[in-house]
Structures are given as structure tokens and as C-alpha cells.
């Protein structure tokens, strides 16, 4: 058994990057993760990470031993459920990986009734933004929205989000509103920034069968559409964020709609397996408690008042 913890704290710290959050995951002391990856490295009689004051990587060596360590784990899971399963009741825990403002509005508030329809899973929720490319190992369930590259796998278009684009009433009072695609490169603009596009993102607007791109200069950068929304309403610059975080700001007046004859282009709500072959009884269980439960309507909510509302009054 001290096999098994050795090879779980190993892979929990290649999951989350750090060993001091891989203690507080694994709710060991920070001495004790050390001394685990110590005695797996002398057992293999192999050096897994390079270590230093600013990161964690892989060595070559590492990196073969870890589909192997990941594969271990995932063996012994499946035969623990498969003894807890006699009742015919999944067990067993599910990660679950989702953009940080999108889980949180949309699969958080779901976790209780699924714990009730299933109390034998537990559920793992990590919440972070790091693009569409980006394929994270060690998670079983993955919402993503944006084209998903790994198609192979099993994925399920949820709906179809739709970004806008907002700034606050204060901003445009002093600033002005932007006419046209064109006029938005004279303003401050606060962009997206992901693993795939750390300088912020590129805009892409469309008119009926029409688009134009925009590289806008960055006046702040985000990972979060949370904090993107926060910084619009307190009048930072303008912002293209999912509706379904800004319906609110926008029905109470906080945010206005820019250029709702450009709106930006649609994307894809996806949520995607994230391992091929077998899937746990687990696993499937939420998968499918999901995909059931999710309600998209409220992607599509129309704007409560656009730029054009502002300037007819």
C-alpha cells in the first residue's frame, strides 16, 4: 500500500504543478510528500523531477515512468469500485476539469443533486482557464468551450456559447462607443489570456456572411472571464466575454452591449472524456448526469440594452 501513496503523490504533484499544493490535496505535510517521492525515486533508483525554487519538470525518465504510475492507479481504482459496486450503485472518485466562471456558474450548482443521485462518487472539481489545446492527464471529464482538437474521444457538443462585447456606461461616457470594428483599436481593451494566447486574444467579429479579425492592443490581460467581467463594470475598458457571465451586469445597467451588428463569433460548449478505452461506471455516471441536467437556454440570453439603446436616448 505505501506503493500506491508513493505513486499517487507522484502524479498528483505532475497534476497540479507544485509540491506544497500536492500536500494540501493530498492532506499530507509537505515533509511527507517529500519523503514519498524521495523513496520512489531511490526504489526506481531513477531522478522522476528536476526540482527548483520556481518549477517542477519532468526528466525523461519521469515522463516514461508516468504513464505507467497513471496506469497503476487507474487498475487499482477500478478494481476498488468494482468490489464497493455489488449494490450495482457507481462508486469512486471523478475529476472534472472546467474553465474557472463557466464551472462555477454552470457545474457547481449541480454537484449536490449528483452527490445525492450517487453518494458512493466522490467529485474532484478543478477550476481553472487554460484554453481549448490544452488536454489535461488525470481528468476524467472535461468542459471546454472553443473547437476541442482531440475529436477522437468522446465529446458532446453542449450548445453554442455566444461572446458580446461589453464596457461599462462610466467608460463610455468618457471614451465613447465604438461605431465600428475598426474604431475599437482607439480603445482600452481588456483581452483573455490563455496558455495558447499569453499576449491575449485575437477578436473575431462577424456582419451575415462577413468576418474581420482583430489583434485589439491589451490594457489588461485576464485568465478569467470573472475578473475580465469585474474590470469592465468598473470601467477599465472593453471587454468580449461569454453572455451567459454578463447577462446579469448587462439586464442591471452595469455593462452595455458594443456593436450588437458585429457580434463576435459563436463558439462550441463541449464536454469531453477524458480517457479512451473502458470507462468506470463512475466516471460515466456523472458524465451522463451532466449532459442530462446542463440547461443551455440561458446561453442565448438576448442582451438587455446594446450601445444603439444608448445612443437613441
Known sequence: ???????????????????????????????????????????????????????????????????????????VTAAEAAMREADGRPTGRVRIDAPASLGRRLILPLIPACRQAYPGIVIDLSLGDRGTLYRPDGFDIILRVGTVPDMARTTIKL????????????????????????????????????????????????????????RPKPALTFNDGAAMTEAAIAGAGIAQILNILVAEPVADGHLVVLLPDWPPAPSPVTLTLGRDGEVPAAVKAVFDFLTDHLRWDSLTMPPASTSADIASS
Not at 12 to 20: E, K, R, W
Not at 24 to 32: E, K
Not at 44 to 60: C, Q, V
Request: proline content about 4%; hydrophobic content about 40%; charged content about 20%.
Open 1 to 75: 500500500m505505501t506503493q500506491i501513496v508513493e505513486l499517487m503523490v507522484f502524479t498528483t504533484i505532475v497534476d497540479v504543478g507544485s509540491m506544497s499544493r500536492a500536500a494540501t490535496r493530498l492532506r499530507l505535510s509537505p515533509a511527507m510528500v517529500t519523503m514519498h517521492l524521495a523513496r520512489l525515486e531511490a526504489n526506481l533508483n531513477a531522478k522522476l523531477l528536476n526540482r527548483s525554487t520556481r518549477r517542477l519538470e519532468l526528466t525523461d525518465q519521469g515522463r516514461l515512468f508516468l504513464s505507467h504510475a497513471r496506469g497503476i492507479l487507474e487498475a
Open 159 to 214: 450548445g453554442t456559447g455566444q461572446l458580446q462585447l461589453v464596457a461599462s456606461p462610466g467608460y463610455l461616457a468618457r471614451r465613447g462607443c465604438p461605431r465600428t470594428p475598426e474604431e475599437l483599436n482607439d480603445h482600452d481593451c481588456i483581452l483573455y489570456s490563455s496558455v495558447e494566447s499569453p499576449g491575449g486574444n485575437r477578436w473575431r467579429l462577424t456582419r451575415g456572411g462577413a468576418s474581420t479579425w482583430l
